[in-house]
């Protein structure tokens, strides 16, 4: 059976189940509640009582242009979250209470994208482990009725690092020019110090500087600062700041949760690049996660696919340096549950989020011209 619970008491259940997310910790639905999003918190037993998965599913109205009335959706971020990943009848419980659980709240279809491995290490090379749990899953999934999604909202792949290693060992492990970098940010006088929500205006304006510079859209100020609020108020946000002669030329955002820690939000100036702060800045992440207890470091991000014409090629190459090995995941996944409204958001879907994509840079670009706060 499925067990609703209290959301006073769901960071310390989802931290029963193997690498508990970040985004399914109930910080992250309370900074999404102000931007319309409803937090639902589900969980399976089994007949002792014991807990077999979890899942927190966040539900938000949208009107599509044609369409005549408010429409549900539901998201499953990150997650579910199962004991066991290779026990099949689980997975098939779980996404058949998924699926009911769509029909109950009249949604028009629910996404998951749980971090299941299709496999690790770089793909077709000796050093790839394909994953068969990963292949089953998918396989399940596209019997049940679920759709690759054209949404995928995170990241699909990513790059961990395996931190249950000494300060040694992960220098060894990083590439000879990522060491040289990170020894040439100390010999110049980079130093790194640990932020407070105080210095949250500066990140958002030197993260604003980045997206335009990359080319890459990001939200307001407004809901940064509310994600990064909750976060550190909970003690699992640990705001990171490299400075040069006591200017800020470059910033990192290190989340932890359970066993592990995340890179989501990274930021930058023009100023002294060349000084290399962005290497100190990732080295000072690695050991707060260790000293925090963490055992993997994701580093957030990876190419779709594993080759140079990919855009993100060279943001993985730089991680690559780092002593960091590629998990490659099954991604989102959609279940149409009213399958005509599902086709005819996901055909205005795309030239929504092109203007959209339109109007942030726009309105990011003013902001970065208007001048840094303070």
């Not at 749990?133 to 999604?149: A, D, I, K, P």
């Not at 290693?165 to 992960?170: A, N, S």
């Not at 995941?329 to 959609?334: M, V």
Request: charged share 25%; proline share 5%; hydrophobic share 40%.
């Amino acid at each position: 059976m499925e067990f609703q619970v209290d959301p006073n008491d769901w960071n310390s259940l989802i931290s029963q189940l193997p690498n508990p997310h970040l985004l399914q910790t109930r910080e992250w639905a309370e900074a999404k509640k102000p931007f319309g999003w409803e937090a639902h918190y589900k969980i399976w037993q089994d007949s002792d009582g014991g807990l077999l998965a979890a899942a927190q599913i966040l539900q938000r109205s949208i009107r599509i242009p044609a369409s005549s009335r408010n429409l549900s959706m539901l998201y499953v971020p990150k997650g579910p979250l199962l004991h066991d990943w290779s026990d099949a009848a689980l997975r098939e419980r779980v996404l058949a209470g998924l699926a009911d659980f769509a029909r109950d709240k009249g949604a028009f279809f629910i996404k998951v994208d749980p971090d299941v491995n299709l496999g690790v290490g770089l793909p077709n090379t000796i050093e790839e482990n394909a994953d068969p749990t990963g292949t089953s899953f998918v396989n399940e999934l596209m019997e049940t009725g679920w759709r690759f999604s054209n949404e995928q909202v995170q990241m699909r792949n990513t790059m961990l690092v395996d931190l249950r290693k000494t300060e040694g060992e992960l220098l060894t492990a990083m590439k000879q020019k990522t060491r040289y970098n990170l020894r040439l940010a100390e010999r110049k006088g980079v130093k790194i110090r640990h932020g407070n929500p105080q210095d949250f205006p500066l990140l958002y304006h030197m993260y604003a500087e980045t997206s335009v510079r990359d080319g890459f859209v990001i939200r307001s100020e407004v809901y940064y600062l509310a994600v990064w609020e909750r976060f550190f108020k909970a003690g699992m946000l640990t705001p990171l700041i490299a400075e040069v002669e006591g200017q800020a030329v470059a910033g990192l955002m290190l989340f932890t949760f359970g066993k592990q820690s995340w890179y989501l939000y990274g930021m930058s100036r023009d100023q002294a690049r060349e000084w290399m702060p962005n290497y100190l800045l990732q080295w000072e992440a690695i050991k707060a996660s260790q000293r925090a207890g963490c055992e993997t470091y994701d580093l957030w991000g990876a190419p779709d696919e594993f080759n140079e014409s990919d855009p993100m090629w060279g943001v993985y190459r730089f991680k690559v340096g780092l002593g960091a090995y590629e998990a490659r995941r099954i991604g989102a996944w959609d279940l149409p549950i009213q399958p005509l409204v599902y086709s005819l958001y996901t055909q205005v879907l795309p030239r929504i989020i092109s203007v959209m994509r339109w109007r942030g840079r726009r309105g990011t670009r003013r902001q970065v011209l208007a001048g840094e706060p303070g």
